[in-house]
């Protein structure tokens, strides 16, 4: 596994690599050959276009409560899985400049030997290659209860075993959605099995892609912070006192870091941000589906499956919330760094320029879903609640 993983790293990236290759791997990065461009482009708007049978789908079965739930649990993610894919290929020019950013600023960062910015580094390294390598699991294991819940559903239930033998149950589908055949017999039926499990496994792809890739940047924009205010504690030395000179690129260095920063820091809210708005409002209609699936379950294998959907959904949520929140507690404790650091021996001009630097530091960032409201654990609870009120009305 270890050698496995270890192919997926890129010298010309440290901090990227498996992100990067992943995204580059499936079409999301679009490569400079045009054809291959344009096979990437068409094979994402067909996944487009299942999405758009699903919603003539569910005008189809408006009349049964279950199965319109069953519909909406699923085709909302696949919503917010292709616009994802969508605004990426949009925005594709900005995207790759945000890379071109984090790798840069992160091999500065990688080739100083102080033993205090490198253990940040490799901190935030470490932690980020678990946390992708963890959700990508947390994803395939996602895909695979999917794919399985009408397999499983039909093997643990006599009742519903006994109805499909006797043709009162319809063939179960992974997927609600129209096709242009009866996808309820022989061949149609199992053209439509292969589609959907295709089609899944590809969203379960651009999920691990975006869903890393956009975590990931959060915790480099953190990491940065951290060592930005390690710089500022470092900018005195060791309190003997510093040449005039020095100081002043000193200064400069980090006025420049710090607007690099906020630059960078904006460009990417800018993309993620209209993203995370259309997520925000479906996650809590999608929550509250599988919510209401799961209490109304018939069966523990059944329960234990949608369970595990309603996991990867809270949990998706939680990183994008939790790391946001990080960074915004970072950019306000980033101010302290001038006042750890020896300015007690600074000259009066060195600490007016140390006074000037930390207004510049109070400008800060913060990571919004949409105009309305920001990434942080107060939404995440905010969504969690509003999810709930949409249960408990669909119980009465």
């Keep these: 596994m270890n050698t496995l993983l270890e192919t997926l790293e ?45 919603y003539m789908e569910l005008y189809v079965i408006r009349t049964d409560l279950d199965l319109v739930l069953t519909n909406l649990k699923i085709s909302m993610l696949s919503v917010v899985c292709i616009v994802k894919a969508n605004t990426f290929f949009f925005w594709q020019k900005d995207w790759r400049e945000v890379f071109q950013y984090v790798t840069e600023a992160d091999q500065f960062e990688r080739n100083s030997r102080d033993p205090a910015k490198q253990r940040i580094i490799n901190t935030y390294t470490r932690y980020c290659r678990r946390l ?16 399985l819940t009408p397999l499983m559903r039909y093997l643990t239930s006599t009742t519903f075993k006994e109805n499909y033998r006797n043709g009162t149950e319809p063939f179960p589908h992974i ?38 890739c956009v975590v990931v940047i959060m915790v480099f924009f953190g990491g940065k912070i951290d060592l930005l205010r ?16 020095k100081f002043r690129d000193t200064i400069r260095q980090l006025h420049r870091i710090h607007i690099m920063l906020l630059k960078y820091t904006r460009l990417f809210n800018s993309l993620l941000s209209p993203v995370m708005f259309f997520y925000m409002v479906m996650c809590s209609l999608a929550l509250c589906a599988s ?31 939790w790391h946001s929140n990080d960074v915004l507690i ?34 800060n960032n913060v990571f919004t879903a949409g105009p309305f409201t920001r990434l942080t654990l107060s939404t995440f609870i905010t969504i969690l609640k509003g999810a709930y009120s949409y249960y408990t009305l669909l119980r009465k």
């Design 10 to 54: 890129d010298p010309e990236r440290p901090f990227l690599g498996p992100n990067y290759w992943l995204l580059k791997k499936f079409g999301l990065i679009l490569p400079e050959n045009k054809i291959t461009k344009i096979i990437y482009i068409i094979l994402h708007e067909i996944a487009t276009v299942f999405v758009i049978t699903q």
């Design 132 to 147: 992708t390598y963890c959700y990508w699991a947390l994803v395939f294991t996602t895909f695979l209860t999917t794919t």
């Design 175 to 212: 997927f609600s959605s129209w096709m242009p055949f009866d996808k309820y017999f022989f061949p149609g039926s199992c053209i439509t099995v292969i589609w959907h499990v295709v089609l899944c496994a590809y969203g379960a792809v651009i999920m691990a892609a975006y869903d890393t």
């Design 230 to 245: 390690e710089r500022c504690k470092q900018m005195f030395g060791d309190g003997n006192g510093v040449d005039e000179i």
């Design 291 to 321: 919510a209401y699936q799961l209490t109304s379950a018939q069966n523990a294998a059944q329960k234990l499956l949608m369970a595990e959907y309603l996991v990867f959904g809270i949990a998706q949520l939680f990183l994008f919330c």
């Design 330 to 363: 970072k950019n306000q404790n980033v101010t302290l760094g001038p006042y750890e650091s020896n300015w007690w021996t600074a000259t009066l001009q060195q600490r007016k320029d140390v006074l000037i630097l930390s207004g510049q530091l109070r400008i």
